[in-house]
């Protein structure tokens, strides 16, 4: 099917106005996902690139179509919330980047997608609008499902909303990929709070190993409290193997997935107590 | 339905009809006849199509012919001088080697291009990351991010005098 019409809204009413005036329409951001699964293009497409609710990026609120490089480029958000810009500098190519949005990789819902491990330790919101009004949901609710989200019909994420950084907490990035543009294999993200070698908070989450992007709350509840071993770092990695629920498919195996995952954890929280760049 | 935009093509207006399905990349290459531009794999992988969109690499075969509307675009072709001069960094891809088939070149020296404009002194590490999205199966890339070093340098040396 070829795309027989395609708009370009200026406005949120513009976009809910097009949307239900049309029975086949789908939203389209960057297009880097959309028009490239299996060619089949929707009919009709909305696109949200010149919507001005859904831009501007700075360190409390990401606009929905701000392009991943603008987020892997920020300075300030560098220094606010450094595990997302390290995630958003390991998404695709230069070119990908450039036009691939921070709301379609969310919207997509790949168990892969770079930006949700971050967001997940982060515990950032997502703002979703529709016609009836605007709500919040935890990143945590956000994905129902492989490809499958919590938006209704109609709705848009508009954005994603950041608490302030805490004081003192270290963030990490690890993705492994066949070559260096590639979908995650597994990725694991984390953002630890440690004193005197004991660890006060934790958030880990991982991307690939499961339907959807995870938040591993067992492996924090293991952690927090407890002074980081390297003892304990290793159960740590062998609960986080256990609690992931990974497939075998094209790009790896599931045996190969949990031990990189629990690899990742052990070497995410050594890196992080070493500090230095996420 | 086709719908007439305008927007800037190296340098110059252009006005072309354009249909909802289309490409910035098929309008290039077929309804401007701008071929520098090429197609390897359609799907963002490959980097053959990289122009630059508002100086920014894009891949050409992802980027909807509608969304162009207003915009500034510079193709391979807008990086030739008046005088049909290569610039630096193209007379370095060819003094190292760095092309041999050609099909990744225009790609190739668009996002290198792209890099020297937000960094002109890049590290290897930088160099290798800025052509990621370029595939090239010919030169086994030692020789392109040599040739990119080399040109980083000799632009450098340049504007310090
Ligand atoms: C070569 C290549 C490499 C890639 N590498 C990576 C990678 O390393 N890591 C990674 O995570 N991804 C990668 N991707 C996938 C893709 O680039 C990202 O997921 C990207 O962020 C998608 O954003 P987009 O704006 O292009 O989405 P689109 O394709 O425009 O949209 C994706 C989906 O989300 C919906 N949508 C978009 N925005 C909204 C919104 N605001 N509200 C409601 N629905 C919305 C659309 O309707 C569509 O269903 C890659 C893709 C390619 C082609
Ligand atoms: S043709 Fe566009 S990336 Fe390969
Ligand atoms: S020179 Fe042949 S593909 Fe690069």
Known sequence: MKTLAYHRPKSLDEVFDLMASSEDAAYIAGGTDLLVSGGASPPTLISLRSVPELMGVDETRIGAATPVADVARHPGLAASHPVLVAAARRLGSEQIRNVATVGGNLCRAAPCADLAPPLLVLEARAEIVGRGGTREVPIDEFFAGPGETVLAPGEVLAAVRLDPPRTGAQGRFLKKGRVRMDLAIASVALLVEAEGGRCRRIRIAAGSVAPTPLRLQPVEALLEGAELTDEILEEAAALAAATVRPITDVRSTESYRRRIVGVYVKRGVAQALAGGEA | ?161
Do not use: W
């Open chain 2, 1 to 161: 339905m086709t719908l007439d935009i305008s927007f800037s093509l190296n340098g110059a207006e252009v006005v072309v009809g354009v249909r909802p399905h289309q490409r910035l990349l098929d309008v290039l290459r077929r309804t401007l006849g701008m071929t520098g531009t090429k197609e390897g794999c359609g799907e963002g992988e490959c980097g053959a199509c990289t122009v630059l969109v508002d100086g920014r690499v894009v891949n050409a075969c992802l980027y909807p012919a509608l969304e162009i509307e207003g915009r500034s675009v510079t193709t391979i072709e807008g990086l030739l001088g008046a005088d049909h001069q290569l610039s630096p960094l193209q007379e370095s891809l060819v003094a190292r080697g760095a092309i041999q088939c050609g099909f990744c070149s225009p790609g190739v020296i668009l996002s290198a291009h792209a890099l020297l404009d937000r960094n002109p002194n890049p590290s290897d590490a930088e160099i290798r990351d800025a052509l990621v999205g370029n595939l090239c199966r010919c030169t086994g890339y030692v020789q392109i991010v040599e040739a990119v070093q080399e040109a980083a340098d000799r632009l450098g040396s340049e504007s310090d005098v």
